[in-house]
């Protein structure tokens, strides 16, 4: 099958032959691969470990798995389980179904930790439209700044490399030219996959979460890695070549339909970063470092459409302290006066009592999640004047979350259905603008970003 049409995002199946690394190729079991971003990777093969009594008797995880499409590709499947094995225990045939989550088009490994490689090309949803959209009041576009040579990012240890290519179909009456967009991350030491993902993709994912509010996913993930090829003719230099590995790896549960035109507006494209969008992109990526956890809870919570409001409830107030804690922690009392307060506390208390209340002190010069709440929110009232008065939500949305995790009676103060989705439309607005205050990005213009994100939102109104 064409490398092209191997993606993350896209479906796809292909023939091939199937071995365990300590076997033979030419032992090989023949088997069809079948890839949906739903489901993953379903490989049903045949007499992959010989007859059917071995079939039955056979593994039920394989760490690695290599193969070979029909037109010779090397393939790499990591930990397959096996579904499902079918056999008779006289004669015939064995076949099992396997599932996986990773696999390589392109190569042969045998560990994902021990493959290494220094550069690598990236594909998302919506990179198009958010790297191109227009902003008010701002002239400058990607294709300004690329016509420049600003679109090289220097990042630690690697750089990020905007790519803009055209791709045509023909038929026998018309050509159709299509522009593609995508991301190209160079190292400058070897790297593996997980710190790939970790410290270049996910950043760059999240900011255009931040950017369009829409659902983003990473579609295509292809690692470059440098070989050299013997001539055929039999000249002794090698012919230096890139092998473009390709990374099918599923990393949702659900994968939703794509709206049709999702894009229409673009709250916070690349033009929108400041007359220094490198700049922008740069502390952006020193932020998300910072927020670590919080910024993974925060992200994978906004990037779902279909959501419920229990979950995004306690995601989202678990997100605000997290976020609190790493941009705006300050203690109520200093450490030292604080261990002094505890041991004076715990002194006065009976022996059996000084450990339990020595663990619930603790952490008492600390701020609540009700005083973090309360100042997310300030940041954003002094930011969008749209938002003032959003604070009298601290009160009701700290009781529905207590009332959520806690045995007891249900208060008063305890969010409805309706007031709950209104409530918790606020608290994603404010973790919003908060993000943009910290990256540093123009008040008018983050007022211009929440009014085409949430404009019309009836968020407003009440």
Request: glycine share 6%.
């Amino acid at each position: 099958m064409d490398k092209a049409k191997i993606k993350t995002g896209e479906s796809f199946e292909f023939e091939g032959f199937w071995w365990e690394p300590e076997a033979s190729a030419k032992d090989a079991a023949q088997g069809m691969l079948e890839y949906t971003p739903s489901d993953g990777i379903t490989l049903s093969v045949v007499n992959l470990h010989g007859g059917p009594e071995h079939a039955l008797n056979g593994p039920s995880r394989l760490p690695v798995l290599h193969g070979a499409t029909l037109q010779g590709t090397p393939c790499t499947i990591f930990d397959a389980i096996v579904r499902h094995s079918q056999g008779t225990l006289f004669g015939g045939h064995s076949k099992e179904i396997l599932g996986s989550n990773l696999l390589l088009h392109g190569l042969h490994a045998s560990s994902i930790s021990e493959l290494t490689f220094e550069r690598a090309r990236v594909g998302l949803r919506g990179l198009a439209e958010w790297l191109t959209e227009p902003w008010p009041g701002r002239e400058t576009t990607f294709r300004d700044i690329a016509k420049k040579g600003l679109v090289k990012i220097p990042l630690d240890g690697a750089r990020l490399t905007f790519q803009e290519g055209k791709t045509s179909t023909r038929d026998r009456f018309s050509k159709v030219t299509r522009r593609d967009y995508s991301a190209l991350i160079e190292l400058d030491e070897p790297t593996t996959l997980p710190d790939l993902n970790e410290r270049f993709i996910r950043p760059l994912h999240d900011l255009m979460i931040l950017g369009t509010n829409e659902e983003i996913r990473v579609t295509e993930t292809t690692l470059l890695i440098p070989e050299e090829l013997e001539k055929w003719w039999g000249d002794k230099k090698p012919l230096p070549h890139t092998n473009q590995v390709s990374v099918v790896q599923r990393s949702q549960l659900q994968w939703h339909r794509q709206r049709k035109n999702a894009f229409h507006q673009v709250p916070l494209p690349f033009s929108a970063l400041g007359p220094d969008p490198v700049q922008t992109i740069r502390r952006w990526y020193s932020l998300r470092a910072e927020l670590a956890g919080a910024g993974n809870s925060l992200f994978g919570t906004i990037n779902r459409r279909y959501r419920t409001l229990e979950v995004d409830l306690l995601s989202l107030l678990s997100v605000a302290e997290g976020y609190h804690r790493a941009r705006f922690d300050q203690l109520l009392v200093e450490e030292e006066e604080h261990a002094a307060a505890i041991q004076t506390m715990v002194a006065a208390l009976p022996e059996r009592l000084k450990e339990n209340y020595r663990k619930r002190l603790k952490y008492t010069n600390e701020q609540t999640l009700r005083q973090r709440l309360r100042e997310l929110i300030e940041n954003a009232e002094k930011t969008v004047p749209r938002t003032e008065g959003w604070r009298k939500l601290v009160h009701p949305l700290v009781e529905t979350r207590n009332f959520l995790t806690h045995w007891g009676s249900k208060s008063d103060d305890v969010l409805s259905t309706p007031d709950l989705i209104l409530a918790l439309s606020k608290v994603e607005i404010v973790l919003r603008i908060n993000l943009m205050r910290d990256l540093g990005i123009d008040e008018s213009d983050i007022e211009g970003s929440v009014n085409v994100s949430h404009g019309e939102h009836d968020v407003f109104s009440r």
